[in-house]
C-alpha cells in the first residue's frame, strides 16, 4: 500500500429516518463510488443490532434490542469486497437506562436520526478477501495495510 492516501473529499449527510442504517450508509458509499473510506456517525434508532464474532464457531452472534437506542459512537471504514464500496463499521449502543452496548454493525439498526461523515480517500486501494487464518471472515490483505 503507498503512503501516500490522501483525503479527497469529506461527505457529510443526514440519512433517512425509518431506514436500516448499514443499507443507508452502503447506498450513500456506493452512490458516492467511495472505494476507500473512514466513517463517523452519532444519532439514535427506533430499533438496534450489534454482533461479535465467535472465533470458535466462526460465525456472527447477533443482540437485537426492540428498543429506542442512542448511537454512542459509530466508527468504521470503507474498502472494496466482491469489487464494491463495502461498509464495516462498529456501533455503541446506549439504551434508556444508560447501559452501554457494542460490537460490530449488523443489520437490523433502524434509524430515528443519523448523522454521518465520511472522509472519501485515494492513494490506495484495499481489497477483503476471505482469510482462513481469521475463521474465514473477509479482511484487508496484511501485505496491502502495512502489517508484518
Not at 21 to 44: H, N, S, Y
Amino acid at each position: 500500500m503507498t503512503d501516500k492516501v490522501t483525503v479527497e473529499r469529506v461527505i457529510i449527510r443526514r440519512l433517512a429516518p425509518g431506514k436500516d442504517l448499514l443499507d443507508e450508509l452502503t447506498r450513500l458509499v456506493r452512490a458516492e463510488d467511495v472505494r476507500l473510506g473512514a466513517l463517523a456517525g452519532i444519532g439514535a434508532l427506533t430499533k438496534g443490532a450489534v454482533g461479535i464474532f465467535d472465533q470458535a464457531k466462526g460465525e456472527y452472534v447477533t443482540r437485537r434490542f426492540d428498543e429506542e437506542m442512542e448511537i454512542c459512537a459509530l466508527a468504521g471504514n470503507v474498502s472494496l469486497k466482491d469489487g464494491q464500496p463495502f461498509v464495516h463499521a462498529h456501533l455503541t449502543l446506549a439504551d434508556k437506562k444508560l447501559v452501554a452496548y457494542g460490537g460490530h454493525m449488523m443489520p437490523g439498526n433502524i434509524i430515528f436520526v443519523a448523522e454521518v461523515t465520511i472522509w472519501a480517500l485515494g492513494g490506495a486501494t484495499l481489497v477483503r478477501a476471505a482469510d482462513a487464518a481469521c475463521g474465514g471472515l473477509a479482511v484487508w490483505a496484511l501485505e496491502n495495510v502495512g502489517v508484518e
